[in-house]
Structures are given as structure tokens and as C-alpha cells.
């Protein structure tokens, strides 16, 4: 069986157990994108994420904001995806 | 193991004991096939992802001409014809709902599994892909070849990528994956006999092939409970490969190239021009249902009334000539009514879908709604229900989290189907000052907007009370956006009408024939009086627009209560009036005699009865079509209570009345589709007693409540 790494949801923008982590997915800025480093989740949201593709490698975009703040869209493998920011929490991203 | 929230794999293939026979034939089928029975036929299903073109492409293949099969027990229903396109091979094909991964995520993807493993076992797959998000995309047809699938990947969208600058090498990719791949675009039928012939080719191989069982489900429970995050990886890990290996650079690319998408996201999504849109894409949406519907509506109203009346002058006067004139076929006539209405509210809708825009529509309203208790991809079963509630139920299946689903279920009644429009355009009229229609059309407006505030308040309410809601996810796709197929839209449209008729009206005339029985035995035996007129009335009286049947002068009505028509008398005795007359004690607050009672409990086969009813119960005299509205009117604003002179419909009567047909559930079939989409009869009866209890008091309470207040 895997190991299922279950942390608490990381605060936006925090950096947690070295450099190659990256930062939150909520903390990019309109237009910055990035690479994922991994997500955290319970195991059935994670499995979910990954297999929509994303995955730890791919390339992701913060495309916009909606009007109401959330959720927001992001650009990954060719497609556009709306996220919801807790959702956005689970997805850490080295720029 | 990784169970999905609510979806636990190893349940999501049922056993396949019963499956196989269709309840309604498939017709069409057997007709085009002419090679031996339908069974035998090779099954072809289209399966990917929802955006992918996969829908057009079961159109084109088809010819549009399909049925909805449907289950005995289940509302799962899937859409299956005769493979028009595929010359020398005669086939079926299936389209599913749109899948991801084979580990479905909500109730809609699970019906695509069910399918592939259970119900229907497809003997070649088709999977569409879009050659935008090849590696997404991929990743389902890999999961079908490892659980021995017959594949021919269809590559859609190619022309989209072209002008980006990129192309895909079909050949390489077919090579990589090792099944044949054929670029194709739906919307043109050039590459459709290509198709079929390599779907026959695979058919024919996998026929050859001994051993393995395609779509076994022993081998799916045990793939879906294995599923773990390092195989996803892999997987990814193997396409992105895949995805290099073929992409091909197409040495033009126009600078800028596929930036017009996320320009046009820019202004749909835009706080301010977005939100705007929104509102008046809604605004047009509502009020296309009334204007647009309401030439259409009369129109079958007229013709029914003119059947109905050629009936009763043609045929000799009789229980059973009446039966059918006002009971069967006037109960049809109350179910086509509303035809138009829902046409051009799933017409719309259905545009709106498959241009990409209700994604976005969804995106924008998931933040408000969950402040609710609800979730964004409730926006369409919400939308859904001011047409009908019972596709709209159907529609939440879409929607993962459970408990979400059921809120959103349960809240549908809210939204004012089209059935209560006769009933409000009748009772507004009445309460409409003379020469200022345009208070009516207000009103009109707040009545909806007033729906959907109590839905909000009690989706709010209700969550606000819940515990154990489980993980609330929204993750949805934006598809990019386009201009729909119009072939598509319309066999959409004409589907889902059908599903209308099929699911609500087979029970609203049944019911209408029921209840017209319940008011005319027993059959009275008059001495016939000679050039007495017989009462009838037309299936629903022409009242759709408050301003012209507030403006109409009041035209001299039936003589007072007292002198008999054969009907009258007949309904004053009838069964239907001693229930009235037994529950007059109930109605009495609401302010409604036992005559209005019975119109209520009318109302209960559907909601538009009501008015037929009342026209009914307190005695149109005259046949003629026009003018029923305001003769109703006008009868209404004299009528009293028997022996008083206190007059039945005030002010606050009438208010009351509204209140109750706004909140009550009075649609049996809506109670059946709520049973059937919540899982339990328990939701149903819950939902019933809760909304028609709550009208009740809420009635009550308004009328005596305005009448303490010195209104009339």
C-alpha cells in the first residue's frame, strides 16, 4: 500500500520541509504559473486531483479569478479548470 | 483501497442479474437493422470525456435518431440507435455520459461504468479523444486496454489544435498505443465510413480472440480497488511520453494562436461585464419562455378545444362522450400545453451547454450557492426546474457529493414549473387593477424571484441543521468554447421532451381521467331540458397573458347558483364533492368553499388542473374557446359562498391561493422521480408532507392574517 502522507491543509503561501516544495497553488499570482511538486489530500480527493492530471511534474497556470473570488481557473494540460481555493490548497507548486 | 466519497468502486458495478431487457422496444432499431434480431447486433460505445465531441459524434453516427432506452426500476436511461454511418455494418451504438477515469467520481460517470460492465456489454469501444488534452484523455483509454477493451481511438478537435500551431502524428500514436487511431471531426460525415470500418475490423478481431472477457467485472472490482496514486503516476508518467513522441510542430503557428479563448474567459469571467451577461443571459432565457411559448401555447390549447368540442357536437350526448372528450382527451391537452415551454427552456439550455457557457455559468454562481448549502453544479437542475422538475431532478446526478445532490433535489419544487404558470397568470388577473397589465407582468416576475428566495432560505436552513455533509468538491472542466451543432442541440431537445412526456404525462392524464371520473359519478339522470346548454369547458382556458384577460371587459356570466345543467349537477353530487364537502372544515381557512376544494385536490394531478377545475366547479356555462378566461374572471368576482352573500374570492383569498401553488407539491409525478433520483421513499414523503404542510399553514396563516389586517 502507499503511503498516504495525511497533513493538515498548509496555510496559503506557506513553505514547508524544503526548497524544492514550493508554495501553495492559492498564493500564485493572475498569469504565474509553475510546476507541481505534490498534493495533499485525503486519499479519495487525492486520488481524484491526480488522475484529472494533476499530477507531480505538470505544468499549471493561474489563469483568473471568478467574479466572487472563488473559485479560480487554472490552465493544465490543455484544458481550463475551475478550482476552489480549498481545493487550490491540496496543490503545491514550485515556480 | 481508495473509495471515492459516496462511491465505494467495489459497489459501483451491480450485479448484472436483470439486465439486458429494455422496457420500451427500440423500435427504430429493428426496423433499420434487417439483419436478424437486435440482439445480436454488435454493440458499439462511445465513451470520453463530456466535452470531447463525443455526443456530436454519436449524432453523426446515428443520424440523430435515437431512443432513451430505459431499465425496469432505474432512471439510468441510455441513448442508443441504429448505426446509420456504417455501410455493410450493421450495428448499435451508445453514447454514455461523460468519463474521466473508470473510477467514477459522481453519480453520472458511475452509469457509465455500470454500463460498460454490467448493463451493456459493448463489443468495440469507441474513445474520443480530444487531441487538445491528449495526455487527460489518454489516460482513460488506458485504464479501457487494461481491462482488455476493444479500442478505436477517435481524435476530435484537431482543427482547434491546428491553430495553435500543433498537430498530433496519428499514425506514431496508433503505433504507441497500439489500436487504431482516426483523426475525425463529428460535425462532417467524410471520416465516418473510415470509422466504421475500423470498428468493424476490431469487432471482428475481438471475436476471433478466445480467453479473455472483455468488460469482466470480477477484473474491474479488483483494477478499481488497486487504483493507487503511484499507478496514476505511472500512468501520467507513460502519456507525457506519448504526448512528446507524437506532438508534431506545425512550422506556421500564428503568434497569439488560441489566445481568443482565454480573451473571451476574460469577459464571461469579468467581475463586473461577466456577472452582467450572466443576468441578462438568464433574463433572456425566462422571459423567451413566456413570450416565445405563448403564441405556440395557444395554439394547442385552441386545437385541443376545437377536438374537444368537435367530440361533444359530433357524438351523442353521454357519460362515456364526455369521458373522453373532457376527460382523456382534455387530460392530453393539459400535458401538451406545456410542451412549448419546455422545448424552449431545454432548447436554450442545450445551446447554452454545448457552447461551453453554462461551465462558466456554474463557475460564477458556485461561491453564492454554497453560501446556501449547495453547489455550483446545481446551477443547471436549478435552472432545469422552472421548465420541469422532473428532468431537473434527473440533472443533479451530475452533482458528486451526496448530500449535496439531495439538497439540491429537494429544492427544486421551488423553482416555478411551468405547470404553475396558469395557475398564477389566473389568480393575477383576478387580483390585477383594470387598465394596469403591467403590474400583473411584475408580479408575474416577483412570484418567480419570491421561489427562488424561499429556496435559498431553506437550502440554508436545512444545511445550516445538517451534520455529516461529507467533502464538498467542485473541480469542474471549462470546455472550450464554440459554436453548438444545431443537429445536436435539437435531437437533445426532442429527447428530453420526450422524457418529459414519458416520465409526467403518462401520469397527469391518468390522473386527469381519474380525477374527471372522481367529479362526474355518479352519472346523474336528468329530464333533458330542451336547449339547456351543456356545460363544458375547453382542457385549460387561454390564460397566459395577465394584461389581456385584465383588460377584457366582463362579459355576463352563467345565471347564479340554482338553475341546473346536466354537469353541474352531476359534479355537485359527485364524489369528488363530497370529498370537497368533507374537507371544507380545512379549506374554510384558507378561505375556499368546498367548490374550491375540489378544485384543489384537482390540482394534485397536476398543477395546471386546477384551473380546468375551478372553471369546472363553479360553472362555465358556455362552449366556446373564447373568452373561458374572462368569463372565469368575472364569475369568480361573484361568486359567494352558498347561501351568503359573502363573496369566495377576495383579495386575500386569492393571495392565499397563490402562496399555497407556489410552495405545495402538488405533481405526483414529481414525488415518483424524487423517490427514484434520492434513493428513498423516505426523501419523497418527506419532501411531499413538508412542502404541502408548510403551504397549508403558510396559507392559513396569510389569509387570516390579511383579513385581520382589514385586507378584503
Known amino acids: 500500500m502507499v503511503k498516504i502522507i495525511n497533513r493538515e491543509p498548509m496555510a496559503a503561501g506557506q513553505d514547508p520541509s524544503g526548497p524544492e516544495e514550493g508554495v501553495s497553488l492559492v498564493s500564485l499570482k493572475r498569469g504565474e504559473g509553475g510546476t507541481i511538486s505534490r498534493v495533499t489530500a485525503e486519499p479519495a480527493m487525492k486520488l481524484h486531483l491526480m488522475e484529472l492530471g494533476f499530477v507531480p511534474g505538470s505544468a499549471i497556470t493561474f489563469l483568473m479569478p471568478t467574479p466572487f473570488g472563488d473559485p479560480n481557473i487554472y490552465a493544465l494540460r490543455g484544458t481550463s479548470i475551475a478550482l476552489r481555493k480549498s481545493e487550490a490548497e491540496c496543490i503545491r507548486v514550485r515556480i | ?712
Open chain 2, 1 to 712: 483501497m481508495h473509495p471515492r466519497p459516496d462511491l465505494n468502486p467495489a459497489q459501483a458495478v451491480p450485479t448484472a442479474g436483470g439486465a439486458g431487457s429494455a422496457s420500451t422496444t427500440d423500435v427504430s432499431v429493428n426496423a433499420a437493422s434487417g439483419a436478424g434480431s437486435s440482439g445480436s447486433e454488435p454493440l458499439v460505445a462511445l465513451v470520453g470525456s463530456a466535452n470531447s465531441g463525443k455526443t456530436t459524434l454519436f449524432n453523426l453516427l446515428t443520424g440523430s435518431h435515437y431512443n432513451t432506452v430505459n431499465y425496469p426500476g432505474a432512471t439510468v436511461e441510455f441513448a442508443i440507435g441504429p448505426g446509420k454511418n456504417f455501410p455493410g455494418f450493421p450495428c448499435r451504438v451508445m453514447d454514455t455520459p461523460g468519463l474521466t477515469s473508470l473510477i467514477p467520481a459522481s453519480l453520472d460517470e458511475k452509469v457509465t461504468v455500470d454500463a460498460l460492465f454490467a448493463k451493456h456489454r459493448p463489443d468495440v469501444v469507441v474513445a474520443v479523444v480530444d487531441a487538445n488534452q491528449l495526455s487527460r484523455h489518454l489516460y482513460l483509454v488506458k485504464q479501457l486496454q487494461d481491462l482488455g477493451f476493444n479500442l478505436v481511438v477517435a481524435l476530435t478537435m484537431s482543427d482547434l489544435l491546428q491553430r495553435k500551431g500543433r498537430g498530433i502524428d496519428a499514425r506514431k500514436l496508433s503505433e504507441l498505443l497500439e489500436c487504431p487511431v482516426i483523426p475525425i471531426d463529428p460535425r462532417n460525415k467524410d471520416k465516418a465510413g473510415e470509422l466504421g470500418r475500423l470498428v468493424e475490423e476490431r469487432w471482428l478481431a475481438g471475436r476471433a480472440a478466445t480467453g479473455r472477457r472483455m468488460g469482466d467485472e470480477a477484473e474491474y472490482r479488483s483494477f478499481a480497488g488497486g487504483m493507487t496514486e503511484d499507478r496514476v503516476h505511472g500512468y501520467y508518467a507513460a502519456l507525457d511520453e506519448i504526448e512528446r513522441l507524437v506532438a508534431v510542430r506545425e512550422a506556421d503557428a500564428p503568434h497569439g494562436a488560441g489566445a481568443g479563448g482565454a480573451t473571451a474567459d476574460r469577459i464571461l469571467l469579468h467581475p463586473v461585464y461577466g456577472l452582467a451577461i450572466f443576468l441578462a443571459a438568464m433574463f433572456v432565457i425566462f422571459t423567451s419562455i413566456f413570450w416565445m411559448a405563448a403564441p405556440f401555447m395557444d395554439l394547442i390549447d385552441g386545437a385541443f378545444g376545437w377536438v374537444i368540442a368537435a367530440l361533444k357536437h359530433g357524438l351523442p350526448q353521454s357519460w362515456i362522450v364526455d369521458l373522453i372528450a373532457d376527460g382523456a382527451v382534455g387530460g392530453v391537452g393539459t400535458v401538451m400545453v406545456f410542451l412549448p415551454q419546455i422545448l424552449i427552456l431545454f432548447f436554450a439550455m442545450g445551446y447554452l451547454e454545448d457552447s461551453g457557457y453554462l461551465a462558466r455559468g456554474a463557475a460564477l454562481v458556485d461561491k453564492p450557492l454554497s453560501k446556501i448549502g449547495l453547489n455550483g453544479k446545481s446551477f443547471v437542475p436549478l435552472l432545469s426546474g422552472y421548465a420541469c422538475a422532473i428532468p431537473a431532478m434527473m440533472a443533479a446526478r451530475t452533482i458528486p457529493n451526496r448530500y449535496e445532490r439531495n439538497l439540491t433535489i429537494f429544492i427544486i419544487p421551488l423553482m416555478s414549473c411551468s405547470a404553475r404558470l396558469p395557475v398564477y397568470t389566473l389568480l393575477l388577473a383576478f387580483i390585477t387593477p383594470h387598465g394596469k397589465p403591467w403590474i400583473g407582468g411584475l408580479a408575474l416576475t416577483g412570484l418567480y424571484l419570491a421561489g427562488l428566495v424561499l429556496g435559498a432560505a431553506v437550502s440554508t436552513v436545512i444545511s445550516k441543521f445538517s451534520r455529516n455533509k461529507g467533502i464538498s468538491g467542485f473541480i469542474l472542466e471549462l470546455p472550450a468554447l464554440r459554436l453548438p451543432v444545431l443537429r445536436v442541440v435539437v435531437a437533445s431537445t426532442y429527447h428530453k421532451a420526450e422524457q418529459y412526456l414519458r416520465k409526467a404525462g403518462l401520469t397527469i392524464v391518468c390522473i386527469s381521467l381519474g380525477l374527471w371520473i372522481l367529479t362526474h359519478t355518479p352519472p346523474v339522470e336528468m329530464p333533458s331540458v330542451a336547449a339547456a346548454p351543456i356545460a363544458s369547458v375547453a382542457a385549460v382556458p387561454p390564460l397566459r397573458d395577465p394584461a389581456r384577460a385584465a383588460s377584457a371587459p366582463a362579459v355576463a356570466s352563467a345565471p347564479a347558483d340554482g338553475s341546473g345543467t346536466r354537469e353541474y349537477v352531476t359534479v355537485s353530487r359527485s364524489y369528488a364533492a363530497r370529498i370537497g364537502h368533507f374537507i371544507e372544515p380545512i379549506t374554510r381557512p384558507m378561505g375556499l368553499d368546498w367548490r374550491g376544494g375540489v378544485a384543489m385536490i384537482s390540482g394534485f394531478a397536476a398543477r395546471e388542473v386546477f384551473v380546468s377545475a375551478m372553471a369546472l366547479m363553479y360553472r362555465i356555462d358556455e362552449t366556446k374557446g373564447d373568452g373561458l378566461a374572462d368569463r372565469l374572471l368575472s364569475r369568480m368576482s361573484e361568486v359567494t359562498f352558498e347561501g351568503t352573500h359573502e363573496k369566495v374570492f377576495t383579495v386575500s383569498t386569492v393571495l392565499g391561493v397563490i402562496l399555497f401553488f407556489m410552495i405545495a407539491l402538488q405533481c405526483f409525478s414529481t414525488v415518483a422521480v424524487a423517490k427514484a433520483e434520492s434513493g428513498g421513499w423516505k426523501f419523497a414523503a418527506v419532501q411531499l408532507a413538508v412542502y404541502t404542510g408548510a403551504a397549508y399553514l403558510l396559507t392559513v396563516a396569510l389569509v387570516q392574517g390579511l383579513r385581520a389586517l382589514g385586507v378584503e
